[in-house]
Structures are given as structure tokens and as C-alpha cells.
């Protein structure tokens, strides 16, 4: 991707307002109309379109946005941490500046859930199967069988199922810090939609659905019919099975005692 922005020069660190020229000129917005919007706010919004390039990364993880970043709660770090993540998933983690690739929640973050094609994460791997068990038990304790969409505002409230999983999962990667080579995530990111979405794609089956947009949903089981069957249908079934069977010729009956004198004495008058 070409874009002719001022400040944005191979091997140099773009400047504030070339990295929002940038955004901008790729959002097809103008400057001045997002002055007061955040950087990292724009960001998100490059690095989750159609369209990335080296640039576009670089600006994205450059001193700029990550002055602003590093001034955030932990909780609306989250968004775009996940959404470097993704591009590192998708082969591009060599465009993201290390000020980013080498903090601890995105080392968390890639390790748990995304890491670069040909790598599996935790939550892919055998050690990880007892937290997707716990996570898709959690899913299906947090949804209804009704084959309806649930909003992810009221899945993640604090006192949910899910909450309690993202406790559970803590405490796990907690225990086994020294081994896993990295950290447990923030205790408060259970409430981050793009968190939850990221770790509970890799814990979700059948049943159960999971859509970025909409929640989650889990389809009724099919009910088997338990209906007993009725006197007449039984009589009529043993009837129909009766009339299929071969019937049986029936035996020859005996000559009586008349037709045996009768042939004595023809044979005698024959003989004569």
C-alpha cells in the first residue's frame, strides 16, 4: 500500500500526525474532522479492514499510538492488543514494532489464543484441553437451549459463568507461570468482548455457536419420541404381521369306512 503521507519514511518512526494522515487516508476521513479522536481508536479500526500492509502496522504500533496506549486501564488495552494479535496470526508479526510484540499481555495474549500459522496455541494443545472442557461447560451453563442469540453485555457480566471460567483460567496459567513462559491475563479482561471472543472460539463445539457480533447461542437438543403405542395399533400391527406370514397347506383327511367296503367289493367282482 502506497500512500503518499507526509513523515512516513522507510527505517524512521512516524510522527503523530502522520500516523492519523495515515488512518485517515486509509478510513477515507479527513484530518481534521478526527483530531480529537484517539490514535489507538483509529488504529483498531485500519488494522480490522480489508487492506494491511507493512505501513499500516508499523503506524499502528508506532511511539505515537502507544504513548496514548500506555496511558490506558488494562481493560481498554485489551481491544487493541487483540487486534495486533490477530494481524500476528495472520503472518504480518514482523511489522509489529517490539514496544508491542514484547509486552507481557500480548505475549499472554498470542500465546494463549493466536500464534503465527504453524504454531498452536495453549488452548489448541493437550495441555490445554482441561480449560477448553472448563470453558465450553461455562458457555453452556451461561446460555439457555432455546436456539437463540445471547448479547454478549449479559454473558459477561461480572457475576456469570464466564466470569468464573476467566477466574478458573487465571488461576491455572498462574500455577504453571514458569513452565508456559508467560503470564496470566488481566483479571478484569472477562468483561472485554474481543478477550472473550479470542479465547472461547477455541473452547466452543457443537451445540453451542459463537458469532463476534452477536453472542453466543445453543441449539435445543432433538427430542425422541417417547409416546407409548396404543392397544388398536399393536392389534393392528400383530394382524398385519399374521396375514404376511405363508399359511400352511392343510393334510390330506383319511378314506372313511364306507369307500373302503366299496373298493373290497369292486376288486372282488373285477376278480370273478
Not at 115 to 134: F, H, I, K, Q, T
Not at 136 to 148: K, R, S
Not at 224 to 236: G, K, M, N, R
Request: glycine residues 6%.
Amino acid at each position: 500500500l502506497r500512500v503518499p503521507v507526509q513523515g512516513m519514511y522507510p527505517g524512521t518512526e512516524p510522527e503523530k500526525d502522520a500516523v492519523r494522515n495515515l488512518f485517515c487516508h486509509v478510513l477515507g476521513l479527513t484530518p481534521a474532522s478526527q483530531k480529537d479522536v484517539w490514535l489507538v481508536t483509529l488504529a483498531v479500526k485500519v488494522l480490522q479492514g480489508q487492506v494491511l500492509s507493512t505501513a499500516l502496522v508499523r503506524a499502528a504500533s508506532s511511539p505515537a499510538v502507544h504513548a496514548e496506549h500506555s496511558a490506558l486501564p488494562a481493560k481498554e488495552k485489551a481491544q487493541l492488543l487483540c487486534t495486533l494479535a490477530d494481524v500476528n496470526a495472520r503472518g504480518l508479526s514482523l511489522s509489529i514494532q517490539p514496544r508491542f510484540a514484547t509486552a507481557a499481555e500480548f505475549v499472554t495474549l498470542t500465546k494463549l489464543c493466536l500464534l503465527a500459522p504453524g504454531r498452536s496455541p495453549l488452548l489448541e494443545s493437550p495441555n490445554g484441553l482441561s480449560l477448553r472442557s472448563r470453558g465450553f461447560i461455562a458457555c453452556t451453563e451461561a446460555v439457555p437451549e432455546d436456539g437463540q442469540w445471547h448479547a454478549w453485555e449479559d454473558l459477561l457480566r461480572p457475576d456469570g459463568p464466564l466470569a468464573l471460567f476467566w477466574k478458573e483460567l487465571r488461576t491455572w496459567i498462574g500455577d504453571r507461570k514458569s513452565s508456559l513462559g508467560f503470564s496470566a491475563p488481566p483479571s478484569d479482561w472477562h468483561g472485554v468482548k474481543e478477550v472473550m471472543v479470542l479465547v472461547l472460539r477455541r473452547c466452543i463445539a457443537e451445540p453451542m455457536e459463537l458469532d463476534a457480533a452477536r453472542g453466543l447461542l445453543r441449539r435445543p437438543a432433538a427430542k425422541a419420541s417417547s409416546e407409548p403405542t396404543s392397544s388398536s395399533e399393536q392389534q393392528a400391527s400383530q394382524s398385519s404381521a399374521s396375514n404376511a406370514l405363508p399359511k400352511a397347506s392343510a393334510p390330506a383327511s383319511a378314506p372313511s369306512a364306507t369307500e373302503a367296503i366299496a373298493k373290497e367289493e369292486l376288486s372282488l367282482v373285477e376278480h370273478a
